[in-house]
């Protein structure tokens, strides 16, 4: 059966929503909702049989861990074994917000959501509709992006209906998130903070919210091992990609471009130009889509035109290379995994 979709937008409606969700995880099914980075594929974090059913939707390999969502402190105190002083500082900067923090996991903690491992990643989502629906559960959430495994993230309902609508009971529609991209994720169970996947907030935000003299947060980590469990999800080499081939590049005129694509040969009409600085004007590059030049409002419609590329029958797209920088890091990882051939 199609999944139930339902609207948020008026009071009542909202209110309706919450209580069919809740009703739905404390049954121990998986239901999509909205949060502030994407939409995500939630179940109860405390329920084992729960959590193996987003595995079972998504596709999703065993050893890639998910994060817990909370919506108090009780919950994330719940979840960790202990909360390191960077976690502290962190969560205080940060909560409600798009960050993850990994920490020792408590033993309440099933081995399904951490993969076995020892750590668990915990994150206090903005989305009202998120925080809602933790509280009238009250049980953490795992909740990874709701689409199928290493595929696109879904930033609208339409998205995760299009992957999954007919493997779930529920879909609420929340509209458009606001970031776009997924959470940063640092580990602060060492002595120096660890960012294990890139995002929206910056290292240097996260460095300024630690004491004075404490490192720079050191981000610069290979994927894992084969066979080995991650920390964080986001570190497989191949991720939030479309289904058509993607590619990233840096051209200064349509001349560079067209030898970028000269021992390509796809039909020019399957190829799909991104661009946010150097845009094709003169109709060589039939598809073209220009994406804002800022970090946060690229972040936003990123996915959304990845998306549309492959509804439209794209077999390639040429993405041209985001600046240098801090504040594009996030981006510049998912175009990076995006590109990736390499499945881990």
């Not at 606001?178 to 290292?203: K, W």
């Not at 404490?214 to 920390?231: C, I, M, Y």
């Not at 939030?240 to 040969?265: I, M």
Request: glycine content about 8%; aromatic content about 4%; some cysteine.
């Amino acid at each position: 059966m199609p999944a139930e979709v339902l609207s948020i937008h008026t009071p009542a409606l909202f209110e309706a929503a919450v209580t069919r969700a809740a009703a739905l995880l404390r049954a121990g099914e998986a239901v999509a909702l909205p949060t502030e980075t994407v939409y995500g594929l939630a179940a109860n974090a405390w329920d084992p049989a729960a959590v193996a059913r987003i595995y079972a939707a998504k596709g999703r390999p065993a050893h890639n861990p998910l994060i817990v969502h909370v919506a108090d402190p009780d919950l994330a105190a719940a979840c960790a074994a202990h909360w390191p002083p960077h976690a502290a500082l962190l969560a205080r900067a940060f909560w409600p917000g798009p960050l993850t923090l990994v920490v020792p996991r408590s033993p309440r903690v099933p081995d399904i959501v951490t993969a076995g491992g020892p750590t668990v990643g915990i994150r206090w989502p903005q989305h009202p509709f998120m925080q809602a629906v933790i509280r009238a559960c009250g049980f953490p959430l795992a909740a990874p992006s709701a689409n199928l495994a290493n595929r696109l993230s879904p930033t609208c309902a339409a998205h995760v209906l299009a992957q999954l609508g007919d493997v779930l009971p529920l879909v609420v529609d929340g509209g458009d998130c606001n970031v776009g991209i997924e959470s940063t994720v640092v580990d602060v169970t060492g002595p120096v903070p660890r960012v294990l996947r890139p995002g929206m907030i910056s290292a240097e935000a996260i460095l300024a919210a630690c004491p004075p003299g404490t490192g720079a947060p050191d981000g610069d980590h290979p994927p894992p091992q084969a066979g080995s469990t991650p920390r964080s999800p986001g570190q497989l080499d191949l991720h939030y990609a479309p289904r058509a081939r993607l590619t990233v590049g840096t051209w200064s005129n349509e001349a560079e471009l067209a030898r970028l694509l000269a021992d390509d040969r796809i039909d020019p009409a399957r190829i799909w130009i991104v661009a946010h600085s150097s845009v094709p004007m003169s109709g060589r590059f039939p598809n073209v889509v220009l994406i804002p030049g800022d970090p946060e409002a690229y972040a936003r419609a990123l996915y959304g035109e990845l998306h549309r590329c492959d509804e439209a029958g794209a077999e390639r797209i040429v993405v041209e290379a985001v600046p240098e920088g801090t504040e594009w890091a996030g981006i510049a990882d998912r175009l990076r995994r995006a590109a990736s051939t390499v499945a881990s």
